[in-house]
């Protein structure tokens, strides 16, 4: 019996930038999915969890999506992966155990492919990278699952460093580690307990429009590869080319939080963090208003945080339409801090928020020698 663990991910600053080729700044969390292992004699992988009831029993040949596998789709995409690459993918019972509340936005599935792509990378000796890893479980959730997700959530599952976020430029995929110094501070995770679907989500709707605006926009600029390589010093000479004006507000949330998550690093080696805080409030602003993607639950978390003393900042985190806010509050406050939105949150909503006070983590690993202690 092996065990890896992979964490989960939120996203500090640069929502939905991902797909568009921009910045974003996220943190692999000390929250995750545990995958535990053992090979088999024959050609079956059995795939087990504790969130679901459902065993998942499928033969490593043929391996094909189906609706009914649920979870077990997600690893099957990895394994389809691996497949494809040349390498034969022996029999496996594997089960999974996780922390992470799923459909909250904090990356559960990106958890699990990313566990399962480690654990195969170990067994079969193959050599990857966790970058590899990461572009390998990507491709598995877009081919595969059909969630036309960006590279975000999987490379930060990979690649995550205890005590840093990992700035991201997912068009180039290059990246470095930065500092999380909150010295007094905690990040504080809210889920909405409204679970959100990426998949039947408007998810891919936004992509699509998202690429419409691009193609408006490179009529207009010539130079540009991806929508966010559009400055914010230009938008304004820029978004006449754009003719749907819903069109023109996606594309304008995209080029402005393109631009903070840009400069959120440097925010935050200054130790600005009030800045940061103020830069996580804009960027809730304009998810609500330009991208559209927030909804009442979400807004309500957001507001709720804003008006307590010692929080910083606050704004949703992932894909959104339900999930978690994350925010950025000072350390003796946390009690009131979740007394003041569990309250605001019911009062409006009718049931009550989650919690999560956590820190940055540790991305994939192998952890046999620490679960048999």
Partial sequence: ?????????????????????GYVLPAALN???????????????RFGSSSFSKV?????????????????NYPKGVVKEFQKRGFDVPGLDIFYYGNLPNGAGLSSSASVEVATAWMLNHFLNAGLSREDIAVLSQTAENAFVGVQCGIMDQFSVAVGQMGNAVSLHCDTLNYRLVP????????VISNSNKRRGLADSKYNDR?????????????????????????SNRWSQLEGCISDSTIRRRARHVVFENERAKCAPRVLREGDLQRFGQMMNESHISLRDD?????????????????????LGSRMTGAGFGGCTVSLVQTDAVELFEEKVRRAYLNRIGYEPSFYVTEAGDGVRDVTEEVAR
């Fill in 291 to 311: 991208y559209e993607v927030t909804g009442l639950e979400l807004d309500t978390l957001a507001e709720a945080a804003w008006s307590v003393k010692g929080c």
């Fill in 31 to 45: 929250l995750g999915t545990w995958l535990f292992v053992r090979k088999r004699s024959d050609t079956r992988l």
């Fill in 180 to 187: 999380l110094q909150m010295s007094g501070l905690s990040i």
């Fill in 56 to 72: 998942v029993d499928v033969s490593v040949r043929g391996i094909t999506y189906d609706p009914a596998d649920d979870y077990a």
């Fill in 1 to 21: 019996m092996h065990a890896f663990f992979a964490p989960g991910r939120v996203n500090l600053i640069g929502e939905h930038t991902d797909y568009n080729g």
């Fill in 207 to 231: 992509r699509r429009e998202c690429e419409q605006a691009f193609l408006e926009l490179q009529k207009c600029q010539s130079g540009i590869k991806t929508l966010a390589d559009v400055q």
